[in-house]
């Protein structure tokens, strides 16, 4: 059974750092896509970042200042989050690819893994 861990989230104040975690537990590596989703109250949950074969997508909201990563060898996925702002303040949940979806990348639809997410708020 594949499961979705995330982590490293926290408070931190307006132009700081965070970086988050998803460790792959119950399945090796793949190639198909994974991706850093975020949700606050209520609001859509909306994509962030997603990475496929190793080429990593961004929403625009959030490029330049976040980068998605893979590290295969521990199976964990990272989004490294820079320059936060009080509206990147959310829950932020990982996500898995494990069956054929032709969703677009950034779209919630495309991924049938949820992790429980890790909270990440911003302070002005």
């Known amino acids: 059974q594949v499961q979705l861990v995330e982590s490293g989230g926290g408070s931190v104040q307006a132009g700081g750092s965070l970086r988050l975690s998803c460790a792959v537990s119950?399945?090796?590596?793949?190639?198909?896509?994974m991706g850093w989703f975020r949700q606050a109250p209520g609001k859509e949950r909306e994509g962030v970042a997603a990475i496929g074969g190793g080429y990593p997508l961004y929403a625009d909201s959030v490029k330049g200042r976040f980068t998605i990563s893979q590290d295969t060898s521990k199976n964990t996925l990272y989004l490294q989050m820079n320059s936060l702002k009080p509206e990147d303040t959310a829950m932020y949940y990982c996500?898995?690819?494990?069956?054929?979806?032709?969703?677009?990348?950034?779209?919630?639809?495309?991924?049938?893994?949820w992790g429980r997410g890790t909270q990440v708020t911003v302070s002005s």
């Open positions: 996500a898995r690819q494990t069956i054929f979806s032709s969703a677009y990348v950034l779209s919630r639809n495309r991924y049938n893994l």
């Open positions: 119950g399945s090796t590596y793949s190639s198909a896509y």
